[in-house]
């Protein structure tokens, strides 16, 4: 083996490489294409009823994979809170959690709420909504920003995608896709929530207390429903936008008597978060993004000048002090590069790169050899 020193500023560089993949989630996934959790359901209620977990098989098999929650609920100013509220101090708890994670709080110790409810102006905030914390084997590092689209139902709990039908277009009424997308790409005419072929805008913030872009609002057609926290993976959606439904949640199991049909400010104060989760589950229709993985690497330049290199202390590069390389005595000294080892300064070997074939190297010849570490 022969050693030579890197030089640090000549010989290494770094570099960072995004990966993205699209991620279909589709609504036979989500709303429970495997039937009711007593049969063998895709998601998983829990004893403290604090939220779900949405699986892409049954959540008891082995292949299963989580893939988000869903949780809901209001801040303490929020007009929804009220000590009569069925699990208040949990909604409270959970909103104030999370919404303290990924927005934080004033120097007064005030929480900061997301921005932009459903007003055209961006002066409101959203005190009540919808909680989907999305898995990180899917987002991986992030969700790529302006990838973001999410189908969801606004027609009523029996058919909450297909009625009604826009004669001219076929096209459901009530199917909405809510976009995190730059400018206003991706978002078509429309006067009002839920009109044909509209789109809302989800706002999207980079990352929790990062740079909040908001989507183009150059119409008052384009309104936000929600925010989509890149980094983080989590999406926040307004309760306002189910409002004004007379019938946002079912009843539990398909009973009449066991819990009232009502709308979604009656849903969040007045059921459990989990008939709410199963209420949201039941109206997504899909969810796409695209994830991102960073792979930063490590690049050494390992450079073999003209007069290095050319001979080998490998004990098998001789026999009978010859060298095996050489058939007559006048012959340069040459050898063959099989391998890179990258050294610690205390000469510990902490990487390896094997080259695909034997590089030839004597005095009549330079290589160098781009070696990456990734991580």
Not at 10 to 27: F, N, Y
Not at 68 to 89: K, P, R
Not at 235 to 242: D, E, K, N, W, Y
Not at 287 to 307: K, W
Request: charged share 15%.
């Amino acid at each position: 083996m022969t050693f030579k020193i890197l030089d640090p500023k000549r010989d290494k560089t770094t570099t960072r490489t995004l990966l993205h993949e699209q991620i279909p989630l589709t609504g036979t996934i989500i709303s429970g294409t495997y039937g009711a959790p007593s049969v063998a359901a895709n998601w998983k209620t829990y004893s403290h009823g604090m939220f779900q977990s949405i699986y892409d098989y049954p959540y008891l098999s082995s292949s299963a994979n989580h893939i988000f929650d869903i949780t809901a609920g209001y801040v303490a100013t929020s007009e929804l809170s009220a000590s009569s509220a069925t699990q208040n101090s949990k909604k409270i708890n959970i909103s104030t959690n999370i919404v303290g994670t990924l927005e934080g709080f004033t120097t007064g110790g005030v929480l900061k709420l997301p921005e932009a409810d459903l007003n055209i102006d961006l002066t409101g905030s959203m005190d009540s909504f919808f909680i989907v914390p999305i898995s990180r084997l899917l987002t991986k590092d992030q969700i790529k920003l302006g990838t973001f689209v999410m189908a969801v139902g606004t027609g009523s709990y029996a058919n909450p995608f297909n009625e009604p039908v826009d004669s001219s277009t076929s096209t459901s009424a009530s199917l909405m896709y809510l976009v995190a997308a730059s400018g206003n790409a991706g978002i078509a005419a429309g006067s009002r929530p839920c009109a044909v072929g509209h789109a809302e805008v989800i706002y999207r913030r980079y990352g929790p207390q990062g740079s909040y872009t908001y989507s183009g609002l150059t119409a008052d057609n384009d309104r936000g429903c929600g925010v989509v926290y890149n980094q983080a993976g989590v999406v926040l959606l307004t309760s306002s936008l189910f409002a004004g439904m007379a019938d946002f949640i079912s009843p539990a199991n398909g009973n009449t008597s066991d819990l009232p049909f009502m709308g979604v400010s009656g849903a969040l104060t007045g059921t459990t978060l989990n008939n709410i989760g199963d209420s949201l589950m039941h109206r997504i229709y899909n969810i796409s993004f695209q994830n991102t993985t960073e792979i930063s690497s490590v690049i050494y330049f390992c450079r073999a000048n003209s007069n290095e290199f050319n001979f080998s202390t490998n004990p098998t590069y001789l026999t009978a002090s010859k060298m095996r390389v050489k058939t007559e005595a006048a012959d340069p000294q040459l050898s063959f590069i099989t391998t890179v080892g990258l050294y610690s300064a205390d000469n510990q070997l902490m990487a390896v790169a094997k080259l695909s074939e034997p590089l030839r190297k004597d005095p009549t010849n330079e290589i160098t050899l781009r070696v990456r570490l990734d991580y």
